[in-house]
């Protein structure tokens, strides 16, 4: 294991996931330059080289020791093109699986992980066909590009096919059965360069319109045996990618407790940023402890906690900085509907007092969903 | 109480203090800019105008919100000139009694907050007579410009006054008599715009040549009565100033448990850094809060916490990672004797284990002394 810590850290995208990396990579001595290809960047810390015509790559490249990235939709012949000159973590082969839908259930087949039953199409003969196999409803989603709930529709009758094939405009889709699930999860786990993983405890995920609204972990009622379950699937996932990082893996858990993967994604995770007040060691500074090779952190929880993603228009931050053991994470970035602006973490002795003092800050975000755990009524 | 956030923050200063004040304002949604006068700024975040000549301060100022500094020994004048233009917390009065032991003695005095005995002399006669009045050994130090043991010289005999008056070179010093101290400790506290006081719990601090090495809190041994007058003692002086922000109270406390005050600081002080990792809130995100009229967050332990000081080489940064909880926070400075590099903030369930885990890293320290607590036997 090089055990050194590098000096200076190259990020391919600069929105709100990056801005975090670099908030917890300055106090390891790292630096920060991001690779912004929009044209429009929001990290608003670090260095960053604004790049919509892809004419600095080599300009990044020469200020970085290694590179990581915050957004899985990137050419992968840009990031093979990167690994000839500097490291790359997670790998090319991470960034291919993780962006194209048919290749990540493939890789979920492989390993024995379930999933949901699923259908690949190629028209919308083909989709009506296997939406009839499959029963309604189902899901289409494109296999490449989704992005929070875009490229996907629902299908109730076979008579939606034509529309939903037209209206999601790709040549290759993926439908899913619908699962019967009781809560959607996710796990979170890292891998270092020598090849150690470890795992953060489950979170319980809470969904609007494809966009996460809440996130809880740990979580009062998971058998240890369904983490267990969870904590091997990622395994087998990150060993035989050869990851370094972190990795995200959605789940659905059905009623007999059982775990469906949905999908993973190769970066740190809307779903894992209750880690930075929650968990011992951040899932952002792990990520850096993992791509420079330095030893993983704890990923023990300290307490119960929330995330609550502000979306669209901010609430009232003085007030939700007085709840007690609220941390306020904002992203520096314009109000805009659907937009991620910030998130709130907040931390309780236990679950029942958690759920309070979301419900409180619930109330001091005009546009935030009620919150509704699983595990609510056993509180 | 103006309870909205403030978009610019402004620092006088741009070394560690202001880093690591900059990183807990990021996610509040601050900017920073930051006003060195030193030619040699470290922050190495943030927008640093560097003044070494004063031509910018109006730059500056047009830049910020609301202002607030990392380092007290600035002219009184500068502060007196901003507050025309800019909010500046704390204000004037504070920095003019914390930057002069003449009249922080006196505040001291004036409130019924107990001090070591002490003189003001004004020549090296006055120095050897204080001297013999008070008892050898004693302390002499220069009335202003103090800083890390610097300025200071112990005498243990009549016929080393001379010297002494000579070596430190200024025109007014205090004179104090050596305290039989058990040990050293700190307050911290921080004060809102709208007079809330919040109080962290005392830490005990390890000094080495006048430079903190080590700060351990919460204190196992400690009364809960002595941290009540502790508490009271900095709500005086808080009060007294109608200071806003954090302050730093540096004590003795002798062997019957009771508190002298040594002197105090107007910011986020070195003994504070065990919040970053060991408290709810940190000190500096405290601070930022208070200065912007925001609430104030809670200041409760989480875990016994040791604050270990990297001074002038670095250490096995990989190796200290590897221990469990432990949190490091560097400072991107070039190595030179007697610098603040670095710290690592401990964190563990019990203080037995705390001291083990501080041991380990200690033996990653080329230059750090053994540690030494006072409650140690007890553990």
Redesign the interface.
């Known amino acids: 294991m090089n ?3 590098s000096k200076n850290i190259g990020v391919l995208g600069a929105g709100q996931l990056g ?1 975090m990396l670099a ?1 917890a990579g ?4 790292n ?1 920060f330059t991001f690779l912004d290809t929009t044209g429009n960047p929001s990290a ?2 670090g260095d960053v080289i604004v790049d919509p015509n892809n004419q600095h790559l080599a300009e990044f490249l020469d200020k970085v020791d290694v590179v990581t990235y915050e957004f899985e939709h990137l050419p992968v012949a840009l990031i093979e093109q990167i690994e000839q000159h500097k490291p790359v973590y997670p790998g090319s082969r991470a960034i291919a699986v993780c962006q194209n839908r048919v290749e990540e259930k493939a890789l979920f087949d492989h390993l024995g992980i379930p999933t949901p039953a699923y259908r690949v199409v190629e028209s919308a003969e083909q989709l009506e066909a296997a939406a009839n196999e499959l029963g309604y409803p189902v899901v289409a989603k494109s296999v490449t590009e989704g992005y929070d709930g875009k490229g996907q529709a629902v299908l109730k009758a076979p008579e939606q096919a034509e529309e939903a094939w037209n209206s999601i405009g790709h040549r290759q889709l993926i439908v899913e059965a619908f699962v019967d699930f009781v809560r959607e999860v996710s796990m979170i786990a890292v891998r270092g360069r020598d090849g150690e993983v470890v795992f953060y405890p489950m979170a319980e995920n809470q969904h609007v319109d494809g966009i996460l609204r809440y996130s809880v972990a740990p979580l009062p009622d998971l058998a240890a045996s369904v983490q267990e379950t969870a904590d091997s699937y990622i395994r087998m996932l990150l060993d035989e990618l050869e990851y370094v990082g972190v990795m995200a893996l959605e789940l659905f858990q059905t009623r007999d407790g059982s775990l469906l993967a949905n999908e993973m994604a190769p970066r740190v995770h809307n779903s894992g940023h209750w880690t930075m007040d929650g968990a ?1 060691t951040s899932q952002f500074e792990n990520h850096l ?1 993992a791509v420079q090779g ?2 993983l ?2 990923t023990q929880a ?1 307490a119960p906690t929330c995330m609550v993603n502000v979306i669209g228009h901010e609430g009232d ?3 939700m ?2 709840i ?2 609220a ?4 992203y ?1 970035k314009e109000e805009r509907a659907g937009r991620k602006l ?1 998130h709130v973490n907040i ?1 309780a002795d236990t679950h029942a007092e958690l759920l309070e003092k979301v419900r409180a800050c619930h109330t001091l975000l005009p546009e935030a969903p009620p919150v509704a755990w699983s595990f609510e009524a056993s509180l």
């Open positions: 055990a050194s810590i801005r908030l300055y106090p390891l001595g630096r608003g810390i011992v402890r330095l030893p952190g704890s300290i931050n003085a007030a900085l007085a007690s053991n941390h306020l994470h904002r520096d910030a931390v």
